[in-house]
């Protein structure tokens, strides 16, 4: 087994390798007035020191429940952060519309080709450091992750079997790669946070049907023992969403038989006292849809 | 802050080079029948560790009310782990029967050159990497680890300060730094497990005497934030006492004043429950001596 750890990239996710590449580009092709997007989760700090490091500024729209930290975070990387209200207000209308005023340029979180090629940076790394493997197992959210790297392993080594893992209360990818076409569907319930979401991307999902082998589900039990494991045996943080693809492979859900299998850490953005609730059982009450 | 995370080491935590060293020195000096130590700690799996490594035996002696993980830890190294009531036995007498019994070398965790110098070796790599440090900040239990360290760095760094840390409630270190000589104090309640002892050792102290400039104190308070901060900030673990220098650090303790400071983290076994416990104020309770 050898684990790519992408809690320890800045700002504590992969997040920062898409947000960088689609925000180098910008500039490179002509700097716009700034970036901006809706995130209260990883792609706000991602996107924020992408900017901070490209010269441009960042503009990020977030819901005014957002935990104080993750505000604080992306503050200090020097993004201007305006509140919103999720209740009332609609955060596409709200992001069309300051993009349009301001003259900024929107970065999705996922669905967009330049943030896909620079997630996949992830499996490329690995590969070049591990050698070839049989198996790789990436957490799926909105897609972008594994849509880059599975464009990576079919490019470098083919014969690696690209699997998804998401959690079973969101199992919109997992369905339709089953389907073979986009599903959606309604999200339970998980303490997989950055994994909550209804449908694969209109971007990523082409790319997902036609690259990843399988996508597997697991449960919010499964993925508190992968975060355990990892705290305990590796001394390292991993969100829940970060821990997923591990805890499918502890789980015995993914037929390894002795084979090398890679598996992406994505992230450990997870306060120590919301960890504490999880391991302790109090983070993870009634997530089991 | 240049940090050296010794909680990354094999077995997790600093004190496998001094056991390595010592057994190693043990093995190509003519072998003895295997290498014995009474501990529930770190240096338990160390040893049984390093006694693999080198391709001898270890006899680990260990309360019966030790952890059931640290004993099984320590068995999965391949060590025997013999059991003894702690409340009724003398774990020196059962020790030395043991050794002499067996012809076993007793390799004690930190009373013995061979220990102190393989834990010196934290500061070797760590001036290596980081280069000229100004001050040098380093747990300290019974001192085998500042002993090593402090000794590389008046060989190869005369110009860094070396500064100590220990629980407020086990201050026996620092209370000899001021009186000259050492000193035995009754040990309080901390959460710092690895640091709970009553008087710096007889061979580590005339090192610590000699070339430590200061030993500072920590409140158990102060090391909860700074195992919150290493999990929030830098993703990676550390159990109580690994976190202590850098306690010290972020409480404004140690006057760096813009200078190069090195901070060691000497160790990441703790588990995720106790961990949970720590962190949301249950396992702190009453231990602020």
Redesign the interface.
């Known amino acids: 087994m050898v684990l790519k750890a992408e ?2 990239q800045r700002a ?1 996710a992969f997040k920062f390798r898409g947000a960088y590449n689609a925000v180098r580009a910008l500039v490179e092709a002509g700097s716009p007035a700034g970036v901006c997007a809706a995130s209260s989760g990883n792609h706000a700090q991602a996107l924020a020191l992408a900017a901070r490091l490209c010269g441009t500024h960042a503009v990020i729209l977030m819901p005014h429940d957002a935990p104080p930290s993750k505000r604080a975070a992306t503050e200090s990387y020097g993004a201007e952060v305006i509140g919103f209200d999720r209740y009332c207000e609609d955060r596409e209308q709200l992001q069309a519309g300051l993009a349009a005023e301001r003259g900024l340029h929107v970065v999705h979180p996922y669905d967009d080709p330049l943030v896909m090629a620079g997630a996949g940076t992830t499996a490329l790394e690995l590969l070049q450091d591990a050698g070839d493997l049989d198996v790789l197992l990436v957490p799926v959210g909105g897609g972008g992750l594994i849509a880059g790297c599975a464009t990576v392993a079919a490019s470098l080594a083919p014969s690696t079997r690209v699997v998804g893992v998401e959690p079973r209360a969101s199992p919109d990818v997992a369905r339709s790669k089953l389907s073979g076409r986009r599903e959606r569907v309604s999200v339970g319930r998980t303490i997989a946070d950055g994994q909550q979401l209804p449908a694969p991307g209109e971007r990523t999902w082409p790319v997902i049907d036609a690259l990843v082998d399988e996508v597997l589900t697991v449960s919010d039990e499964q993925i508190v023992t992968a ?2 494991f990892l ?2 045996r590796l ?3 991993a969100e829940p969403s970060g821990a997923s693809a591990l805890a499918a492979l502890l789980a015995g859900a993914v037929p390894a038989r002795g084979g090398r299998v890679g598996v992406v850490l994505s992230g ?1 953005n997870v ?3 919301r ?3 999880i ?2 059982g109090a983070g993870a009450r009634g997530t089991h849809d």
């Open positions: 809690g320890l504590g975060m355990t705290f305990e001394k390292v943080v450990a306060d120590a006292a960890f504490a609730a391991v302790s």
